[in-house]
């Protein structure tokens, strides 16, 4: 069965730093973009960055450019999202996402979505 699960949130201080990753298993990374996605309490989900299926290309939201970096590994099947400079407006729970399809100037949406994990909590407080 093809699964995504989320790891690496937590509490953060703001300014601080933080290592999101997402593990695949059960079907071929390789030919999929992965996005980071997150939803705030409250707020709608929200596209936060994406990559190609091979790492070629990365878009990220306004909000977190030069903040984040976005980064994937398909031997090992992992993505990741460095986040840094984290601000309290980053606290969401944040969920990698899989898509066959890839726009180029922005990221998939989430009507074509092939799988999702189940998110990771980040927090960024005092």
């Known amino acids: 069965q093809p699964q995504l699960v989320e790891s690496g949130g937590g509490l953060v201080q703001p300014g601080g730093s933080l290592k999101l990753s997402c593990a695949a298993s059960?079907?071929?990374?390789?030919?999929?973009?992965i996005g980071w996605f997150r939803q705030a309490p409250g707020k709608e989900r929200e596209g936060v960055s994406c990559?190609?299926?091979?790492?070629?290309?990365?878009n990220y939201a306004d909000s977190v450019k030069g903040r984040f970096t976005i980064s994937r590994d398909n031997a090992k099947k992992m993505v990741y999202l460095q986040m840094n400079s984290l601000k309290p407006e980053d606290t969401a729970v944040y969920y990698c996402a899989a898509s066959r399809y890839w726009y180029g100037s922005s990221c998939p949406v989430e009507r074509v979505i092939a799988y999702w994990g189940s998110g990771t909590p980040v927090v960024v407080a005092s």
């Open positions: 990559i190609s299926n091979r790492g070629v290309s990365t």
């Open positions: 059960g079907f071929s990374l390789d030919l999929y973009a």
